[in-house]
């Protein structure tokens, strides 16, 4: 008899508490805010950050071999072709793009 009523206590106490179970903790989509750490995102923001020396070195080397890029076109038009015109091409690509990478970075 006293089985029976245990039994029964059981039965009525997980059918009570079957409807508040979520499933398992940490699936990761219904996880809270405030269960991340506090400081990891201000860590990884710190190291992002870019130099800003040699950022503006590279902006002077940027406008610098900018303006030499008139005088080349000038020179193609009457049919003499610069040996470095295309590496200085290529470096103001790499400069630009590397500046414009660092300028995303440090949007808030």
Request: hydrophobic letters at 35%.
């Amino acid at each position: 008899m006293n089985t029976i009523r245990l039994s029964t206590f059981v039965l009525l106490v997980c059918s009570v508490a079957w409807p508040q179970y979520h499933g398992p903790v940490g699936n990761g989509h219904d996880r809270k805010r405030w269960a991340e750490p506090p400081e990891q995102h201000n860590a990884t923001h710190l190291s992002d950050r870019p130099d800003l020396r040699e950022l503006k070195r590279d902006a002077e080397e940027l406008a610098n071999l900018s303006q030499t890029i008139p005088a080349d076109v000038e020179a193609i038009s009457r049919g003499l072709l610069s040996s470095n015109v295309n590496e200085r091409l290529k470096r103001i690509e790499k400069l630009s793009k590397k500046l414009h990478d660092a300028v995303e970075r440090s949007k808030p």
